[in-house]
Each structure stands twice: as structure tokens, then as C-alpha cells.
């Protein structure tokens, strides 16, 4: 075979293989790639940091930029020329990406220098590329174009086909930018072509959404649908989730322009599903902009300043530079068509800052043709012409014909309105003018566009008919070359018999050899079976090198493992009993270092039924290294099970278990005869106990009544006693004609003051004894009714809650009726809501939560607080009455014991006090759904 031929050969085989790895590394997931990193050092995780950075650039932006900060840090306790600049090219991509291009800019130019000192070329190529990219973004046309020329120059010298084709992208890229789209047209298809020979399918996807994009810009939508669709066809079949996220955007924009709305709003549905489960935030902002424009333009309003306000949302969580900006142009337009129009114009007037000195600076004309509708709302078409005019100015100068014909036939129908005929008919000129060069331009496109794309097919026809010429020169030569190989191959065809023929006798010699050598290994073997089968005992054989175990006649019953368990008794534990398998353990690593010649111990394995089988383990070691290390153990298991029940039964019969009975027996009457003395002694003192607690609560309740009475009645008998004193001094003095004026000022002021108290302090009194009648069940006439739970909570809390800074949360099933006492109920609530608002909140904010759940005709009511929670003493007396921790504050003590009465005797349910571990106190009440019986 001649040397061309084999260099042929060579090179596809190298294709081949750069082709897989390629897609290794493209299937490769994030997972694995984070992985490489965590279990890498060195220079191998630096290698795995600049594969995640490349591979994340664009789709996890944030966190390519925080490994290769850790990518730098090492490479300066490692440094690699060749290393740093290809993290720092790749870094300078995430710089893109996070739309932050002087430091893009800055970070390639570090790479630019790493590259040279490399000496590598695909180094110096990558990151010119790079910054070719960062010119163009910053349009700097000139420098941009200067760079990939001398890309193209360079890769066509070498073997660099792909830094090639990324060029020739890349100028696709330039020359649509500077609307030259012929030449962009031939870029990117040369681009295609070299992709495809590379075998490239990701970035040949890539190419047909460029060319969608340049026909878009062409007008040509039939072409523009062709390769959008073909570029979505190719990423399907590669599953790239990435890929299809963003070619199902762009094609719902491209179905959006030509009115397909609901075309448009199932592939942008179909972008945002695959952008969520990605992960993709800033291309979830996009995608939301652009369904609420399609879902504005098809008249669902609704959904549309949804979207919008989703792009909002997400745009301040991720809090990073923003390139999607239409948001507030969206909302804008959304609100002129519903009619805000003072929304419309804040939103309006905001986006116009936040496009100025951006990359899409011409937008602003849309926002002016925008103002200029809305003025027209309000029926100022001064003001709407003044935003016409300023529209068609920038759109002219951002040669935005498309729009400038739109503003330029608006116009003219407001001035024709206004009867301002002359105006109109200019615009109307102006705008037919620029709609036949238009029209001419497109049909100029698509004639070079045809031409384009035949000469390219042309030039790719001519290479693949050179490629088949030497395919035939190749083929021919490779005929000579095996002619000139038949007769080798002949002769040594020849020798080959000789040496077979040979081989064969000697093979066949040998076979009979090991076919005897067998039968009497078979022969073993099967008296070894027979063996074994007489004996009921298992043979096993244990390889530590593999931890491959082997077992012959193997008890089935058993839950022994057999085949792979390992080196070591780990595999076996869960099937040896606890109290056996130590000592097992001890012994088998104890023959294992020598210490006796066999083992042999007997312990409890687990069967397949569950229960214990005692068995005879006796082994030894078999094999050695030369070292020591042990190689393999053999050994037999033995069922001992009927043995040891023997043991066992003779142990039974030696015990003497008369007298063990005997002993048992009296030792019982004597446990019963204590046991119902202390029965007796436990009855008595819990009757005890009773009487004392009640007596107890008597007391505290008699205690309480009247100290809660005696100061109000103190008093009032103090001042009745003062009153009854200056009564008489007063009557003295009238009868000795001794009153004087101030006498009788004093004695009425006196008297005022007296009565005064007397009757505030005998209101007192009555309002305690009429509280103390509340708190007894029997106050509450039986006035069931089925009522909603819900709504009396709510209605309760509204009432109640509406002057407070108290929040109450109520999490209340629907439709929850129960029957029992309103009025109770109501109270509970109150005196509920009084003992957080007064002992848990003092006063202050709080918050409420009221939840109730239902089981089992059931209603389960916990009422809970954050407030500063009962003290641990006081939660035993909590429902006695007059018990309170807050008597200095007048406070008297008988809510919560309001509350246990009507639980337990109206609503016949049951209240206990929750502690947890937050702040605040809760409550549990439960009740029957039926209400009292």
C-alpha cells in the first residue's frame, strides 16, 4: 500500500476517533463533570475545571466563573502555559456570556499572552477568535475583521479545519453586523461545509440557526422556517437539551412575525419547559418577554402581563446583568391595548434609558411609535405626530426600514386626518419610495441568495469529485500493492499449513493427555460428591484474591452467601447469629495469622424460614503467598442442630426442677399477698388524694372569691365610714350655726368622693360575682345550632381583631359544620384571644394561628401564639380558677378556667395546654361534630 494511501487512512482514522471523543465529551454530563473535579488534584483538576468551564460557559454562567477562579488560584501552585490559556480563553467566554466585555476583553488579552509563551497554534487561534467575538460585540468592526483574517490565514496552513470553520462563523456574524449579507451568506455556508466534513452535527445545527437568523434579515422567511426547522431537526437527534431550548425561541419569534401566534406560543411553551429543567434563568427572562408580546398580538391580555411580570420576577432573583431589556416596552404596549395608559407611559419612558447606549439602541424607535399610539388613545395628534417624527428619525438612522414604513404610513394617516393633505401625500411618497427599494432589495437577496447558494453547492460538487479521483488513484495503487502482496501471502499461506498441520499433531497429543487427566478428576469429583451427600456435610472453598466463595452438597436451608463475598466475614454476619459471630470472628483470624493449625467452631446461622440452626464450622488455610498472605481456605460445615437439642434436653433433665417450682410457687404467694397490700394502700391514699384536691379547690375557690370581693368591699365600706363621719361633723356644725361656706364645699366635695367610690367599687364587686356565675357551664341555656366553623372563626376574628396589630392565621377546612353552642363557642374564642393579646403579647403585635383538622367525627382546634409562652410553674394551675400571674396588673384569673368549664360541660370536649419548643403558648381543644349530647 503506497504511503499516500496509508497517511489517507491514518487521517480518517484520527477524524473518527476526534469524532467520538467530541461526543463523549459533549454527553459527558454536568454531574460527571463536577465529580471529575471534586476527585482530582493537581494539574489533572485543573484539566478537569477547563473542560466544565467550556462545556458552561454560557448555560451555568455563574458557576463556570467560580471554578475557574479556582482553576487560577491552583494553576499558580501548578503553572501551565498551555493550561492558563485555555482556561482563560474559556473564562473569557463566561465574561461574554455575563455581559461584562471589558473584563471579557481584558481576561482574552492574558490568554493572548499565555497562547505565545504555549507555543501551541490552536492556543493563539482560540483566543483570537475569542477576542475577534469581544471586538465585534463592541463594534469594532475593523479590528474584528482584522483578527479573523488572520485566523483563516493561519488555520488554512495547518491542520486546524475547526478553528476554520469558527472563523468563517464568526465572520457571518461581522458582515451581518455590518449588513453585508451576501458575504454573510457565504461565510456561514462555508462554515456549514467545513462542519459537516469535520462531522460537527452541534455546530452544523448552530450554522442553520445563523442562516434562519441572516434570511430573517433578508425577508426571506421560506428559507428563514427551512433552516430553523433543520437546525431543530439536528439537535433532536443529538438529545442536546441546550440546543433546543433556544431553537425552539427563536423559531416561536420567527412564527410570532409571519402571525402564526399559536405556532409561536407552543415552541416558546416547548423553549421555557426545557430552559426550567436546565436550570437556564436568563433564558427563562427571555422567553417570557417573548410569550407575553405573542400572547399580546393573539388578544389574551391576561396571560400576557403574566409572562411579563414572571420576566420581572425572575430578572430580581438572578440579579445579574440583564441583556432581555423589552420588558418594560412589552408592558408598555400591553397597557395602551387594555387601556392604562398612565402605566403604558411610566413603562414607556423607563425602557427608553435602559435601551440608550445599548446594543439595541434602535429599538427606541419602537418605543416613540409606541408614545405615538398612545397619544392617539388620548386623542392628542400633535403629540402623536412629535413621537411619529422622532420614531422615523432614529429608524432611518439605524436603517430600520421594515419600521421606518410603518411610521412613515401611520404618520401620513394623521396628517391626512387633520386635513393636512400636503404633509401626508410627502410622507406617503416617502413611504412608497422606500416599500418599491425594499421590495427590490429582497428581490435582489433572494437572487444572490440563489446564486450564493449554488455556487457553493458548485465548489462542493468539484471537491467531491476530486475526492473520488483520489479515491481511484489510491485504489489503483492499493491493486498494485496486493498484487505484489498475493504471492507473500501465498508463501507464507504455504508455511502457515506446514506449522497448523504441525500444531494440529501436537495439539491433539496434548488434548488426549488432558482428556485422561479429566476422567480421573471427574472421577474424584464424583466420589467426592458421594462423599459428602453420605456424610450431609458442606464443602466449601473460599478465594480471598477474588472473594469468590464455592460450595459443594450446599445446605439449601441455609442463608449462608455463596459466589462473591469479599476477603473478609463481613458478607456472612447478617446470617450468624449475634452472640456467635465474635466468636466466630476471633477464631477464624487467629488460624488466619498462624496461631493454630485449623479451626473448628460451632455457632447459629439464620434459614430461609427465619430461625436459628446451630452447625460445626471446621476449616484451614489451604494456600499461601510467599509473603504469608493467605490466598484461599477450605473447609466443611456439619448440621449439629439434633446434637445440641440433646444437650439442651439433658440439661433440662439434670436440673431440679421440683425444687425450682417449689420455690417459684411460694415466692408468688408472697409477690401476691404484698401486691394487694400495696393495692390496698394505693386505693385508700388516692380516695385520700381526691377529697384533699377537692377540698383544695374549694378552698382556692372560696380563697379566691373573697380576696377578689374584699377589696372592693373594703373599700367601699371605708368610704361609707368617711361619708357617715363628715356627716355628722357637717350636721353638728349646722345645728350650732358653725357651718360656714368652705364647710359646706368640703363636706360636698368629701361626699362626692365617698359616693363615688362606694359606687365604682360595688360595680366592682358586682361585675366579679357576675363573672364568676359566667364561669360556671350551668349559666349556658342548651342553644345547640349547626353553624360553619370556618366562618365563625373568621367572623369571630373579624370583630374582634380589626383595631389590634394581632395577625391570625386560621387554617380551617371548607364547609366545616358542626353542632353545638355558638354562644359558648364564641366565648372560648374571646377569652382565648384575650389571654394571648393580654398575658402573651402584652399589648404588643403578635401573631395567631388557628388550626383546626377533623377525624373520626372529631373536630381537633389548636389555638397557638408567639408570645412570651407560660411559665413551666404556672401550666398546672392554668385552669384553676382565680389563678393568675398578672394580679398586679388587675388581672383576675378566671378566663382560662371560663374556657375549661364551656369545653368540658357545654361542649362536652376536652382542652390541654401544648408545650413545644418555639416561643408562645397552644392550646388543644377537641370536641364531637354532633355538639353536646
Known amino acids: 500500500m503506497s504511503e499516500l494511501a496509508l497517511k489517507k487512512h491514518a487521517a480518517v482514522f484520527c477524524i473518527i476517533v476526534l469524532f467520538f471523543n467530541s461526543f463523549a465529551f459533549a454527553t459527558l454530563s454536568n454531574e460527571q463533570l463536577v465529580k471529575n473535579i471534586e476527585k482530582s488534584q493537581g494539574t489533572t483538576k485543573i484539566e478537569a475545571i477547563i473542560d466544565y468551564v467550556q462545556k458552561n460557559f454560557h448555560y451555568n454562567t455563574p458557576q463556570a466563573l467560580e471554578y475557574a477562579d479556582e482553576g487560577l488560584q491552583l494553576l499558580e501552585q501548578h503553572p501551565s502555559h498551555d493550561q492558563s490559556a485555555r482556561l482563560l480563553s474559556h473564562l473569557s467566554r463566561a465574561y461574554i456570556s455575563y455581559g461584562d466585555l471589558n473584563k471579557a476583553n481584558e481576561v482574552a488579552l492574558q490568554a493572548q499572552q499565555f497562547a505565545q509563551k504555549s507555543t501551541v497554534m490552536a492556543n493563539e487561534l482560540r483566543v483570537q477568535i475569542v477576542l475577534a467575538d469581544i471586538a465585534i460585540r463592541q463594534r469594532k468592526y475593523d479590528l474584528a475583521r482584522a483578527r479573523l483574517i488572520d485566523v483563516i490565514e493561519q488555520a488554512k496552513q495547518g491542520e486546524f479545519e475547526n478553528y476554520l470553520a469558527n472563523a468563517h462563523r464568526l465572520s457571518g456574524h461581522l458582515d451581518s453586523k455590518t449588513r453585508d449579507y451576501e458575504a454573510a451568506l457565504g461565510s456561514y455556508l462555508q462554515s456549514l461545509s467545513l462542519y459537516r466534513k469535520l462531522k460537527n452535527p452541534t455546530m452544523a445545527a448552530s450554522i442553520h440557526q445563523s442562516l434562519a437568523s441572516l434570511y430573517r434579515k433578508m425577508n426571506l422567511y421560506e428559507k428563514v422556517l427551512f433552516h430553523q426547522k433543520r437546525a431543530i431537526q439536528i439537535s433532536l437527534t443529538l438529545d442536546n437539551p441546550n440546543q433546543q431550548a433556544i431553537f425552539y425561541s427563536n423559531m416561536g419569534t420567527y412564527f410570532d412575525e409571519v402571525g402564526k401566534f399559536e405556532k409561536a406560543i407552543e415552541m416558546h411553551l416547548k423553549s421555557l419547559a426545557l430552559k426550567e429543567e436546565l436550570g437556564y434563568k436568563l433564558g427563562m427572562i427571555h422567553t417570557y418577554n417573548r410569550l407575553g408580546s405573542v400572547y399580546r398580538e393573539a388578544g389574551d391580555f391576561k396571560k400576557s402581563e403574566q409572562m411579563l411580570k414572571e420576566a420581572v420576577a425572575l430578572k430580581k432573583e438572578i440579579n445579574r446583568p440583564d441583556p432581555n431589556i423589552s420588558t418594560y416596552l412589552d408592558f408598555g404596549r400591553l397597557y395602551i391595548e387594555t387601556g392604562q395608559l398612565e402605566l403604558a407611559e411610566s413603562y414607556l419612558i423607563q425602557s427608553i434609558s435602559l435601551y440608550q447606549g445599548s446594543p439595541w439602541e434602535d429599538r427606541i424607535a419602537e418605543i416613540h411609535q409606541a408614545l405615538a399610539k398612545l397619544h392617539l388613545v388620548r386623542q ?13 428619525e432614529i429608524a432611518q438612522e439605524h436603517q430600520r426600514e421594515a419600521l421606518l414604513m410603518d411610521c412613515q404610513l401611520e404618520v401620513a394617516e394623521i396628517f391626512e386626518k387633520q386635513g393636512m393633505h400636503m404633509q401626508a401625500l410627502a410622507y406617503t411618497k416617502d413611504y412608497l419610495t422606500l416599500k418599491n427599494k425594499w421590495e427590490e432589495k429582497n428581490n435582489q437577496y433572494r437572487i444572490s441568495a440563489l446564486a450564493i447558494e449554488f455556487g457553493v453547492r458548485e465548489k462542493e460538487r468539484e471537491i467531491a469529485s476530486l475526492v473520488q479521483q483520489n479515491r481511484i488513484k489510491d485504489l489503483e495503487i492499493e491493486k498494485q500493492a496486493v498484487q505484489q502482496v498475493v504471492f507473500l501471502i501465498g508463501m507464507l499461506f504455504v508455511f502457515c499449513f506446514l506449522s497448523f498441520s504441525y500444531f494440529w499433531r501436537t495439539k491433539n497429543k496434548q488434548l488426549r493427555i488432558e482428556q485422561t487427566a479429566l476422567k480421573q478428576v471427574s472421577a474424584v469429583k464424583e466420589r467426592l460428591s458421594h462423599a459428602l451427600w453420605g456424610s450431609g456435610d458442606e464443602l466449601w472453598d473460599w478465594d480471598l484474591q477474588s472473594g469468590v466463595i464455592t460450595r459443594d452438597n450446599q445446605m439449601n436451608k441455609l442463608c449462608l452467601p455463596c459466589e462473591y463475598i469479599g476477603s473478609d466475614l463481613n458478607a456472612i454476619k447478617p446470617s450468624v447469629h449475634p452472640d456467635d459471630y465474635e466468636r466466630l470472628h476471633s477464631k477464624f483470624n487467629s488460624h488466619l495469622e498462624g496461631e493454630s493449625d485449623f479451626y473448628e467452631v460451632n455457632y447459629r446461622v439464620m434459614t430461609k424460614s427465619g430461625r436459628w440452626l446451630w452447625v460445626s464450622d471446621r476449616g484451614k488455610v489451604t494456600s499461601r503467598a510467599k509473603d504469608g498472605t493467605v490466598l484461599r481456605v477450605s473447609g466443611t460445615i456439619k448440621d449439629i442442630s439434633e446434637i445440641k437439642a440433646s444437650e439442651l434436653a439433658l440439661a433440662e433433665l ?54 377578689e370581693l374584699n377589696t372592693p368591699l373594703g373599700t367601699t365600706v371605708t368610704a361609707s365610714s368617711i361619708l357617715l363621719k363628715e356627716l355628722y361633723e357637717f350636721k353638728s356644725k349646722l345645728e350650732n350655726s358653725k357651718l360656714t361656706l368652705s364647710d359646706t364645699k368640703s363636706f360636698i366635695d368629701v361626699s362626692l368622693s365617698s359616693i363615688e367610690l362606694i359606687d365604682s367599687n360595688t360595680e ?108 413551666r410553674q404556672a401550666i398546672a394551675h392554668m385552669f384553676e380558677p382565680f389563678y393568675t400571674t398578672a394580679r398586679h396588673q388587675g388581672k383576675v384569673g378566671l378566663g382560662l378556667y371560663m374556657v375549661f368549664n364551656l369545653v368540658t360541660y357545654v361542649l362536652r370536649g376536652s382542652i390541654r395546654y401544648c408545650p413545644h419548643d418555639k416561643k408562645g403558648a397552644s392550646f388543644e381543644i377537641v370536641f364531637s361534630t354532633g355538639g353536646s349530647h
Not at 392628542?380 to 422615523?392: K, V
Not at 353553624?787 to 366545616?816: M, Q, R, T, W, Y
Open 380 to 392: 392628542q395628534p400633535q403629540s402623536a405626530i412629535d413621537a411619529y417624527l422622532r420614531a422615523i
Open 654 to 707: 439434670n436440673a431440679t426442677l421440683e425444687k425450682r417450682v417449689e420455690e417459684r410457687t411460694l415466692s408468688l404467694k408472697q409477690s401476691r399477698d404484698e401486691l394487694a397490700e400495696i393495692l390496698e394502700e394505693l386505693t385508700s391514699t388516692q380516695a385520700n388524694l381526691v377529697e384533699a384536691q377537692k377540698m383544695a379547690s374549694l378552698g382556692r375557690l372560696v380563697a379566691g372569691v373573697s380576696h
Open 764 to 871: 366592682r364587686a358586682a361585675q366579679l360575682i357576675k363573672r364568676f356565675k359566667q364561669a360556671s357551664a350551668h349559666e349556658y341555656v342548651s342553644s345547640e345550632s349547626q353553624i360553619d366553623l370556618k366562618a365563625c372563626i373568621e367572623g369571630f376574628i373579624g370583630f374582634h381583631g380589626k383595631d389590634s396589630d394581632v395577625i391570625v392565621e386560621i387554617d380551617c377546612p371548607d364547609n366545616c359544620m358542626v353542632q353545638c353552642d355558638s354562644q359558648a363557642l364564641g366565648k372560648i374564642f374571646e377569652d382565648l384571644y384575650l389571654n394571648s393579646l393580654l398575658h402573651g403579647f402584652e399589648g404588643k403585635a403578635g401573631h395567631i394561628s388557628i388550626d383546626v383538622t377533623t377525624e373520626q367525627e372529631q373536630v381537633i382546634l389548636r389555638f397557638t401564639d408567639n408570645g412570651r409562652g407560660v411559665e
